[in-house]
């Protein structure tokens, strides 16, 4: 089973600032890894998938980059909305597809 | 527009069965897999299950395997998940989520709105 680790725990950001989440997998997933973001009381909501490519929607805002073992997630200028907690998703080896454990953002 | 509707969810002694189901809609149902997802209360997301489109290819997490059967049925564009057994660990809201692509294993960029399922005596 690929282990995702997503780093850090929590992040407090202000509106307007840039943030940037990590996470790495326990050996390559190429580029197959996704980014979701959930809300209290939400559903999750994809937001890149290909390490790279934003999913319908999704603000330029927000990009992702990185191959292998070593991704990362950026919102480039924070809005309030943005508030929550993001999850990283390999599906490069399944079963099982895992996730990474979160990175709560505080605005 | 895209719709999962997650139903059978509720109260549940440890030891008994429950069958939870999802409707779909808004999109061509048996062109896609579809996964079970689940999250236990204050936790992260933690997949369940997967099924392709023709059901010929399932897969599940090792925490829930021989316990759990996930089924779809095309002509009701419906899909299942039913929990034999069930722990107290597997207390959480259960989300239905649409694959996207037709063997299961990608990405999901669809999900239900989640249906809690609390096992206790």
């Known amino acids: 089973e690929i282990v995702m680790t997503q780093s850090p725990a929590t992040l407090s950001v202000s509106p307007g600032e840039r943030a940037t989440l990590s996470c790495r997998a326990s050996q390559s997933v190429r580029s197959n890894l996704a980014w979701y973001h959930q809300k209290p009381g939400q559903a999750p909501r994809l937001l890149i998938y290909g390490a790279s490519t934003r999913a319908t929607g999704i603000p330029a805002r927000f990009s992702g980059s990185g191959s292998g073992t070593e991704f990362t997630l950026t919102i480039s200028s924070l809005q309030p909305e943005d508030f929550g907690v993001y999850y990283c998703?390999?599906?490069?080896?399944?079963?099982?597809?895992?996730f990474g454990g979160g990175t709560k953002v505080e605005i | 527009e895209v719709q999962l509707v997650e139903s059978g969810g509720g109260l549940v002694q440890p030891g008994r069965s429950l069958r939870l189901s999802c409707a779909a809609s808004?999109?061509?149902?048996?062109?896609?897999?579809m996964h079970w997802v689940r999250q236990a209360p204050g936790k992260g997301l933690e997949w369940v299950s997967g099924?392709?489109?023709?059901?010929?290819?399932?897969g599940y997490a090792d925490s829930v395997k021989g316990r759990f059967t996930i089924s779809r049925d095309n002509a009701q564009n419906s899909l299942y998940l039913q929990m034999n057994s069930l722990r107290r660990e597997d207390t959480a809201v259960y989300y239905c989520?649409?694959?996207?692509?037709?063997?299961?294993?990608?990405?999901?960029?669809?999900w239900g709105q989640g249906i809690l399922v609390t096992v206790s005596s």
């Open positions: 808004g999109f061509t149902f048996d062109d896609y897999a």
């Open positions: 989520a649409k694959d996207t692509v037709a063997n299961w294993g990608s990405k999901m960029d669809y």
């Open positions: 998703q390999q599906y490069n080896n399944w079963p099982p597809l895992t």
């Open positions: 099924i392709s489109w023709n059901s010929g290819s399932i």
